[in-house]
């Protein structure tokens, strides 16, 4: 049996947003706003990719200090999920605040794709899932009524200050964008249970592989499942407070909200 929890979020635009999408030849538009069904859509994988990087920072701040990860807490340390690892990311690798390019979470952990008899599922990966292995939250895509507007970009001559003429493309360039105030709404599910698998969420995963640590962040803590929640998926969702591209032009300023469905 499965036991879950369902979660109505609600994502509001405090200032215009834009998620981007391929360019579609019937907007006019060379770089559209996302959209599912011809529904305004924030897809799941871009509020993935929010929490995460806010489960991430909470996991940094709390526990990583003076160049090191607390006394026990080495497990907590997160992936850098994927094959490709830049070099940026490579210096916060160095510094210890993430795992190696080998530590990347992945279920079974065979010799060719990792080699470390010390690899563990990282917390984030537990939570949102990690390669070829689930997690216990459901990220939802988000949906809002209404339509977006569309603006044009305008490059300027450097040495003129006058708008250019000629060129591939010419100097303005068009794009869409979802205004403020826009309400995106979505069910988030947690899995609570799965008395098939013997999986409860905030406990260890018997997961049968044995070259593996598995959850071992997990051993040992005292959190009850509301707690548990509330610390490392709610308080993390609220803390999201931008979306999107564009940021630098003035977008993706937004206010999430969670209410038990």
Same mark, same amino acid.
């Given at each position: ?16 947003? !834009? ?58 340390? /997160? ?14 690798? %160095? ?20 080699? *470390?008899?010390?690899? @563990?599922?990282?917390?984030?990966? +537990? ?19 209404? &339509?977006? *507007? ?6 300027? =001559? ?13 100097? #303005? ?15 988030? +599910?947690?899995?609570?249970? =799965?008395?098939? @698998?013997?999986?409860? #969420?905030?406990? /260890? ?17 005292? +959190? &009850?499942?509301?707690? #548990? ?17 564009? !940021?630098?032009?003035? #977008? ?8 038990? %469905?």
């Amino acid at each position: 049996m499965i036991k879950e929890k369902a979660y109505k979020l609600t994502i509001r635009t405090t200032e215009p947003l !834009r998620v981007g999408a391929k360019r579609d030849p019937l907007s006019g538009a060379d770089n559209p706003v996302a959209r599912v069904g011809g529904s305004l859509a924030i897809p799941g994988s871009s509020l993935k990719g929010a929490l995460r990087t806010q489960i991430e920072a909470y996991l940094i701040d709390r526990f990583f200090r003076g160049g090191r990860w607390e006394a026990g807490k080495e497990h907590w340390t /997160p992936c850098i999920p994927g094959d490709q690892v830049s070099a940026d990311e490579r210096k916060l690798v %160095a510094e210890g605040k993430y795992r190696n390019q080998n530590g990347t979470c992945r279920y079974p952990c065979t010799e060719d794709k990792c080699g *470390n008899e010390n690899h @563990s599922i990282c917390p984030v990966c +537990y939570l949102l899932g990690a390669m070829t292995l689930p997690g216990f939250v459901r990220v939802p895509f988000l949906f809002a009524e209404g &339509g977006a *507007n569309e603006l044009s970009g305008i490059r300027l =001559d450097r040495a003129t200050k006058t708008v250019p003429h000629g060129g591939r493309g010419g100097p #303005f360039r068009s794009y869409e964008l979802v205004p403020q105030g826009t309400a995106f709404a979505g069910n988030m +599910y947690v899995l609570l249970e =799965d008395t098939v @698998s013997g999986w409860r #969420f905030g406990v /260890p995963r018997n997961l049968g592989e044995q070259k593996t640590h598995g959850d071992k962040w997990l051993e040992g803590i005292e +959190y &009850g499942q509301e707690e #548990f929640l509330k610390e490392f998926v709610l308080d993390r969702l609220a803390a999201i407070k931008t979306i999107g591209g564009y !940021r630098s032009k003035g #977008f993706g300023r937004i206010e999430v909200s969670a209410a038990q %469905a």
